[in-house]
């Protein structure tokens, strides 16, 4: 009655109810109303779950969840322990507001059990954690449950071993993270291609050798598909420490090895170092300063590039076509004038250019709209006798879909097949968005499904 006249703004009435209450003798406080609302909400019959979603929607908005607990007393706390749908909803809420060690006691004190939910509920509890920032509660949750876990059967998945690992290696426990993935192998929970990652730095921080060749082999032998970061990783954290132990002197083809490593890293203060030590060794080749210029070309370091051609120069090397190609391409992106001026060095030179040249060339044209410099470009490729590749056709494709080019898009794939090559899913893509650009939606239809039956085609051989 009080909160009824209260919200309908007559206070007069509800002072009398507030003052008949403390009259009767019953002294108010939030606790005791609340368990008094709950009893009552009890005896007419409300549902338990409904009652546990009113009461943590109504401390949430208050921003006292923290008062929760007391109030989850008798038949309240037994219904949580009892009913995996209510236990989870708590126990989500004590996490999201860094209750976790009143949720770790209902974890403990739980009597259902439903594997496959509880896998489920062990994920949301560590990801929850990390989305939410509080990074010291993953470690919190995982360290206070892992004895739950394991007399439960229960095993968390690859994602939350992975973020309870990160979590580690971000506190500087890497013994810990080395501990947990000891727990991951002894529950044969596969690593994904981010973990393993991961592991390759935490074994070659940690020194620990035999861990380093073991996951190597096992990988090789699983037949994961290497990228490119997962290929670095391993060149960059076990070339350097075998070479040492092995007492081996790198050559030219190692030291070259290494620069590109870095490079790919953006560790650019170890590729300037490693350079210093290669002219001092006498490793450096031309491949060296190709490497080098590729890796500042990569990030657009303008400055550092054209240091490094002209000390290409210096040491006696002349710029190769690679050197011309990544300046090329690196000052093409925004820098026409000096696009230019290495565009007639390159030609003045006696490089001759390739595929990748002429490639370059047809992309940033294509991209300034300059079709004119497009179709030169081309006339070049067929009279030097190269004549387009599938990179090239792709290329051109683009350009003319910016262009608004479409009949000359299309007359390009019949050219393909015509020279023997064949389209690939980035050839119809980009005729599609040439076709689309200029409202051709009948040909988007037509070409889009002939492009998911030469798929279909393709998984059938």
Known sequence: MVEGWGRAGNYKEAKWYYEELK?????????NLVLRTLDDMLKVGCQYSSILGTLLKAYERAGRVCKVPALMKDSSYQHVLVNQTSCSILVMAYVKHSLVDDAIKILGDKKWIVPIFEDNLYHLLICSCK????FENVVKVYTQTINILKSSGVALDVIAFSIVVRMYVKAGSLRDACSVLKTME???????IYLLRDMLRIYQQCDMTDNLKDLYYKVLRNGVVWDQELYNCHKLLCLCSANASACFTPNTITFNVMLDVYGKSKLFKKVKDLLLMGKEQGWIDVISYNTVIATYSRVKDFQNMTTYVRNMEFDGFSVSFEAYNCMLDAYGKGQMKKFRSV???????SCASDHYTYNIMINIYGNQ???????DVLTELRECGLGPDLY????LIKA?????????????????RANGIEPDRITYRNLIKALQRNDKYFEVVKWSLWMKQMELEIKQK
């Open 186 to 192: 002894q529950q044969a929970v596969a690593p994904d």
């Open 400 to 416: 003319y879909e910016i262009d608004g080019m479409v009949e000359e898009a299309v007359d390009l794939i019949r050219e393909m």
């Open 131 to 134: 989305e939410l920032g509080h």
């Open 23 to 31: 009259r009767l003798g019953f002294k108010p406080n939030s606790s």
């Open 392 to 395: 090239s056709y792709n290329t």
């Open 343 to 349: 565009l007639q060095r390159t030609k003045e030179s």
């Open 369 to 375: 709209g300059w079709i004119d410099e497009v179709a």
